[in-house]
């Protein structure tokens, strides 16, 4: 379980189809991760505050093969507590944020898009919260706690 609780990336209302298990990227180190299937142009929010330390924007394509992964746009905060979380599918140009800001919890950081693989979901925000191990090849999600 995260030790910090978050606050759900967008605005949920009848529009909005939560997920765990349908998308085949949800195996192994990424078995927490949680889509929210939305149409394109969504705001997305800082689920928790951090410091944004990567990400990409400059990508407008986007698929249901796997081979499209690497070209999804993306932001990644790093939070308190070890705890790092993503936001990915982002629409190109779609981040508001920049590398080093500091973000607080609610705060506007981007729009939901169609970028990357997107397996048979079509537009949706894939969010995890996870840590690192000795490398970024060791990135593991854990079971996200939301705020009540």
């Known amino acids: 379980m995260s030790i910090n609780k978050y606050i759900y990336p ?3 209302n009848d529009g909005v189809r939560i997920t765990y298990d349908e998308s085949p990227a949800h195996m192994g180190s990424l078995k927490y ?3 929210f299937v939305l149409g394109e142009g969504a705001p997305v929010y800082a689920a928790y505050a951090g410091v944004v330390i990567d990400i ?3 990508s407008d394509t986007g698929g249901s093969d796997k081979s499209y992964e690497e070209l999804g ?3 990644e905060i790093e939070h308190e507590n070890g705890e790092y979380s993503e936001y990915e599918h982002l629409k190109k140009d779609g981040v508001v944020v920049n590398l080093g800001d500091k973000v607080e ?3 506007l950081i981007g729009y939901s898009g169609n970028t990357g693989w997107m397996a048979q979901l079509g537009p949706h925000l894939h969010f995890m919260v996870g ?3 000795k490398s970024d090849e060791e990135y593991e999600t854990v079971e996200i ?3 009540e």
């Open 33 to 35: 991760s949680v889509d």
């Open 73 to 75: 746009n993306f932001i």
């Open 105 to 107: 919890r609610g705060q």
């Open 131 to 133: 840590v690192y191990g």
């Open 56 to 58: 990409k924007s400059d």
């Open 145 to 147: 706690t939301w705020v």
């Open 10 to 12: 967008v605005e949920i």
